[in-house]
């Protein structure tokens, strides 16, 4: 599977936007972009994806790069309750086997100030 | 409509034990995958279902665990023979379908400690 690349952590304060970088060099041409966060002591929550296009929903916008080797989460007015760790995933878009679950890294923790 | 749900939320048990930890997926959902979190790391594959039968297996550490899926909804993770190594926060995770544009819904996950 391709691997991401995202920083350790990152700080932001209270209702100023936050953007996760993700870098995935050897993104392939078919791999979906995710991202999903955890907050303490829950399992992983689904944020966003996408392909090529940049993508917005209620929870927060995916801008993606023109070459698709790097993509960055953005929260539009960070609150304390998105204080998680945020996880940038790529997954195959076959319907086999291959990329079919999700290869987790570190993640980025993403701390809110009041 | 109900989440993916786990049971139970915490399982203490003694090395060498015999432990069962039981997943029910969102209605509906045919694609079923368990995850394994160790404390300060992200989760880790174990094993994924289509339908009944166990599509990829790959994850599993060892022939200690095994995961069972009989009439396709729920699912059992079941580790023989405990070892302190064991304990982690083990997730469940349903989905429509396997395509890579297919959300993965996850329960709260069952914290296992093995003494």
């Known amino acids: 599977d391709a691997k991401t690349t995202q920083p350790n952590s990152m700080e932001s304060n209270e209702e100023e936007p936050v953007h996760l970088p993700c870098n995935h060099s050897t993104i392939s041409g078919t791999d979906y972009i995710h991202w999903y966060r955890q907050l303490p002591s829950q399992g992983p929550e689904y944020v966003i994806h996408?392909?090529?296009s940049n993508v917005n929903n209620r929870m927060a916008s995916l801008a993606i790069a023109e070459d698709r080797k790097s993509s960055t989460l953005i929260l539009h007015r960070a609150t304390l309750r998105d204080a998680a760790v945020y996880y940038c995933i790529l997954r195959g878009g076959g319907f086999n086997n291959a990329g079919n679950m999700l290869t987790f890294g570190g993640g980025t923790r993403l701390m809110v100030k009041p | 409509g109900a989440g993916v749900s786990q049971t139970p939320s915490n399982k203490v048990t003694e090395k060498g034990k015999y432990v069962e930890l039981r997943c029910d997926p969102i209605?509906?959902?045919?694609?079923l995958y368990w995850y394994r979190q160790s404390l300060g790391q992200g989760p880790e594959f174990l094993i994924y279902f289509q339908g009944t039968g166990a599509a990829d297996d790959s994850g599993l550490p060892n022939d200690r665990f095994f995961a069972v899926r009989p009439e396709g909804s729920v699912s059992t993770l079941k580790i023989q023979r405990t070892e302190r190594g064991d304990s982690a926060v083990y997730l469940c995770?349903?989905?429509?379908?396997?395509?890579?544009?297919?959300?993965?819904?996850f329960g709260p996950g069952t914290r296992l400690t093995v003494l």
């Open positions: 209605s509906g959902h045919t694609a």
């Open positions: 996408g392909l090529t």
């Open positions: 995770a349903s989905s429509v379908g396997l395509a890579g544009y297919n959300e993965q819904f």
